[in-house]
């Protein structure tokens, strides 16, 4: 018999397997790899619903995850950790996305991925800072959150953007749908 692989972090199992059965309410199925069984630290992190509630990180050498407040999520991302490492955030706190990033160590801090919600989404420092300061200015001239993630804007915000109207709306256009900028909006 080879090695046993946890399901979710695709480690090679060193004490005893724990059989996957999550209980009926158990819905993250889908995220889960082709393994019949997953590590203990898995499985304590799957009956531990802090892990889903709140965003965190960590890095290969924390013994626990540690938190990431809603402020702090923007910069955390700009300014990753140097060492190995992996996020997961959240706003809606209803599933285990965080199953997404397990099999990962992100060692390259200027693209990598993180799970945010139930998707993986691959940030690019270079482009997100981008994304960052041109949000920012969109929102002090009063522009909304969801017009920038429609790509479509109203006729009361085209009037406080003025000239650079065609410009501004082609840019949240092409913006809207990305997930990197979804995101980005989704903490600032
Ligand atoms: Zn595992």
């Not at 945010?116 to 009063?142: N, S, T």
């Not at 969801?146 to 840019?171: A, F, P, Q, T």
Request: proline share 4%; net charge positive; with cysteine.
């Amino acid at each position: 018999m080879g090695d046993i692989i946890c399901g979710i972090c695709r480690e090679k199992i060193k004490r005893e397997p724990i059989k996957k059965n999550f209980g009926e309410k158990f819905m993250s199925y889908q995220y889960l790899f082709d393994s019949d069984y997953i590590c203990e630290r898995c499985y304590e992190r799957l009956k531990n619903n802090w892990f889903r509630y709140h965003s965190w990180y960590e890095t290969k050498d924390m013994l626990f995850p540690k938190e990431l407040k809603k402020d702090e999520v923007i910069k955390f991302l700009l300014n990753p950790p140097e060492k190995p490492f992996r996020a997961y955030l959240t706003k809606k706190k209803r599933k285990h996305g965080w199953i997404l990033v397990m099999p990962y160590w992100e060692t390259n801090r200027d693209v990598y991925r993180v799970a945010f919600e139930e998707e993986i989404v691959w940030v690019d420092r270079k482009e997100m800072r981008e994304m960052v300061k041109f949000a920012k200015e969109m929102l002090e001239k009063g522009i909304k959150k969801r017009e920038m993630l429609r790509g479509e804007i109203g006729w009361n915000s085209m009037k406080k953007i003025g000239e650079k109207y065609h410009e501004v709306s082609d840019k949240i256009k092409k913006l809207a749908g990305n997930p990197l900028w979804r995101m980005v909006m989704a903490w600032m």
